[in-house]
């Protein structure tokens, strides 16, 4: 399986940035997905997930700003950013698996950068 995100890039304080991941090779339709950060020194955090049906659950800290969704027809998932803080600045992975509860372990893409300027 392969993911693959795009969408990153450098973004003033309030301004919006849209995160793409193409999956191939597993039958997308049916996993679980989400993005995770990793800030620098920081451990990788789960923001934002979506399961096969659609339900979708969020960290606190970006509940309302970010939306993640999926198109299954296109193996693809995003993640709408909008109203980005300076602590949103990390690497952004998408990560797609079987199962909610062991996302940790599925597949990862290479990440992408984000970086929120003040």
């Known amino acids: 399986a392969s993911v693959v995100e795009s969408g990153g890039g450098l973004v003033q304080v309030g301004g919006s940035l849209r995160l793409s991941c193409e999956v191939s090779g597993r039958t997308f339709s049916n996993d679980a997905a989400g993005w995770y950060r990793r800030a620098p020194g920081n451990r990788p955090e789960l923001v934002a997930s979506?399961?096969?049906?659609?339900?979708?659950d969020y960290k606190d800290s970006v509940l309302g700003r970010f939306t993640i969704s999926r198109d299954n027809a296109k193996n693809s998932l995003y993640l709408q950013m909008n109203r980005l803080r300076p602590e949103d600045t990390a690497v952004y992975y998408c990560v797609v698996g079987d199962q909610l509860a062991t996302l940790d372990y599925g597949t990862w893409g290479q990440g992408t950068q984000v970086t929120v300027s003040s």
């Open positions: 979506i399961l096969y049906n659609g339900m979708t």
